[in-house]
């Protein structure tokens, strides 16, 4: 069941695993910076959690329209094609947030959110595709694994990093993003080379209504593993919104309290070393369904107890779980998608789309809850969901995912 690193990922794939990681530390890295500083600058401009999360939000939505779309014009695709216009439309971003910083109008902010919403999925492809074009299927999750690393360590420093900025001038987070994102964008035009697939896009066969019957009908049969990720994503999503703003506020009355959602970021770090040398082959879904429901739990704790380090402590521990699930179920779906040939975009499409929907509800529910019980409740509801939903999943998975590969060999 479980196995070292095999030996074709460390003779044959790891040079492009690693250079792909090393771009994503930069740009994951900006996007940090400003995943911590755009919830802080809302909250303070319209005084609304609820706001916050609505406008947040709105960024998910363009991301879901972006899960439909993408599958139906990205036929063929290059990697590093795909990565390179995440990135360019990432700089975008930057550049609307400066603007918004001078004009602190909704519609700014909404256009803001919308391009951030179509680079992050422009992110998410490549890196499905990366894996599912250039790592052998034994290695998903070695791989993964890896990736998991430096996401993370962008995560992680990067909320320290904008905390210790933003004393030094509001605007200064955009500028470091800024930076931060031409750095990634120099690293992937001087190893372009590493990934050799033409890309084609056929506009003119855009058609959302047959999209989303494909969705339903892998929906029927991966559901387990849209639902987990999903709920995960929520979690996620709780943590970047209203976690963001709960670090700010503790941060003020206690040294300690700035090391809330570091705290969140750091377990990836090492689980994500953790899991790739684990080099788990089967029985990921199980697995990580075990960790969502231990992870909820210790959320669950998190609001019970009004202890600065209990609290810090639960959401270490939580987070540890959550991180060992994150690279197990993205393993999953590169397995699934390995399996799907060319029609593997739909698949990719609505694993995104789970990410999507959870930003959507996410920061919302995130909002009202914290307005009606404050924000360490938040997390012990979430955390409550989770809980059941593990639940759920563990007493109704089926062994094997079976795909309707009849149908998808219709669907061309």
Known sequence: MYRSFPRVFKDEA???VYTLGVILLFVYLADAILSYWVPNFIENTFQSSIMMGLIISF???IGFGSDIFFPQVLRVTKVGRLIGLGIITSLLFSVLLFKVTFTPTVLILLVAMAVWGIYYELLGFGEQQFI????PLKSHTSAWGILTIFRSLAYFFGPLLAGFIILNGETLPLIAAFLLTSIGLMILFLTKNKHERPMQIEVREVNLIRELTHWKALFIHVWPVIVMSTFM???DATFWTTGAVWTEALSTRNFWGSLFLPLYTLPSLFMGIVIARWGIVSGKKRLSEKFLLFSGLFLVLLGVSS???LQLFFVFISSILLSAAFPLVDAVYSDIVARMGR???HLIGLSRSTISIAYIVGPILAGFIANA???SLTFSVVGFFAFLVSVILLLTTPKKLRLPQVEIHEWE
Do not use: P, T
Request: hydrophobic share 50%.
């Open 14 to 16: 790891s040079l492009k």
């Open 373 to 375: 019980v404050g924000a």
């Open 233 to 235: 994503g929520i979690i």
């Open 343 to 345: 029609e593997r975009r």
């Open 132 to 135: 599912a074009d250039a790592i």
């Open 59 to 61: 960024s998910s939505i």
């Open 307 to 309: 202890s600065i380090f």
